[in-house]
């Protein structure tokens, strides 16, 4: 579970019987060196690491006839590939797009589910200082396909579809520009971050929770941990469901932003 992950200085009963204490936000800063190197970020190290080691493995001994490794490998990049890009940026423009749309996936996935991998029990995508620079490697690139195509002009021009009144044209272009520029990495972002901290926030409530009756001393207490210790354990069933989920959300979006920017029209 993630009980680990949460601070249990203040959040039990003592002996005593004292109240339940939530944690603090001070107690979700945990630094492991000096105050610039945290948690999230030696996971994110590790999960490169990780994902580095299983493509150099998986691509080792490439054959025609694929060993299970690599078709394990190749479905994976075929599911993104026709899955994701084919199918939300078009069969001209895909291709390019889809080593980016690739790692983009590896990466999200293998961060969500470090939130109910034991030891490591947190996902470093629950922080937004994560989420943003994926975020804007995705808005860079569909900006600079957008631009690249159409011409700077043209790719403004393009945000207003043809054939609407004339009167109307400003007000929809700003409404496009703001989606453009504001709405889609806005929503790219709190899309993955609020899910990821909602779900990690669940399962501590169920853990903290299921600890506090535990060792309140209270029979009846005590009986209902049980309860939330078993729901606990099966919310984190479902999140290893919708951590997988989200990390197919995000290149989904990400992709519909690309085949936009590079669609012949609005």
Same mark, same amino acid.
């Given at each position: 579970m993630i009980v680990h992950a949460w601070p249990a200085t203040s959040s039990l009963p003592?002996?005593?019987?004292?109240?339940?204490?939530?944690?603090?936000p001070e107690e979700f800063y945990v630094p492991l060196v000096g105050d610039w190197?945290?948690?999230p970020m030696l996971l994110v190290l590790i999960s490169v690491v990780l994902i580095l080691a299983? #493509? #150099?493995?998986?691509?080792?001994?490439?054959?025609?006839v694929p060993s299970k490794r690599q078709w394990i490998l190749e479905s994976v990049y075929d599911f993104v590939r026709n899955g994701v890009a084919r199918d939300m940026?078009?069969?001209?423009?895909?291709?390019?797009?889809?080593? #980016?749309?690739?790692? #983009?996936?590896?990466?999200?996935?293998v961060n969500n589910w470090f939130g109910s991998l034991p030891f490591a029990n947190f996902p470093p995508t629950a922080r937004i200082g994560v989420v943003l620079p994926l975020v804007a490697i995705v808005y860079l690139a569909y900006h600079y396909a957008g631009i690249?195509?159409?011409?700077?002009?043209?790719?403004?021009?393009?945000?207003?579809?043809k054939g609407i009144p004339g009167f109307v044209v400003p007000v929809i272009f700003v409404v496009e520009?703001?989606?453009?520029?504001?709405?889609?990495?806005?929503?790219?972002?709190?899309?993955?971050?609020?899910?990821?901290?909602?779900?990690?926030?669940?399962?501590?409530v169920f853990v903290l929770g299921g600890a506090y009756m535990l060792m309140s001393?209270?029979?009846?207490?005590?009986?209902?941990s049980i309860?939330?210790?078993?729901?606990?354990?099966?919310m984190q069933l479902l999140e290893l469901l919708i951590q997988a989920i989200q990390a197919y959300v995000f290149v989904m979006l990400a992709a519909s932003y690309l085949g936009a920017s590079v669609a012949d029209e609005h």
């Open positions: 003592a002996a005593s019987g004292e109240g339940f204490t939530p944690p603090s190197f945290t948690r299983w #493509l #150099l493995w998986a691509t080792r001994r490439v054959s025609v940026i078009g069969t001209r423009d895909f291709k390019r797009f889809t080593p #980016l749309l690739f790692s #983009l996936f590896l990466f999200v996935l690249k195509k159409h011409g700077l002009g043209g790719y403004f021009s393009s945000m207003v579809p520009l703001m989606t453009f520029f504001i709405t889609r990495p806005l929503t790219l972002t709190l899309r993955l971050f609020g899910n990821m901290m909602a779900g990690h926030i669940l399962m501590g001393g209270k029979p009846v207490l005590m009986a209902g309860g939330a210790f078993g729901l606990g354990f099966g």
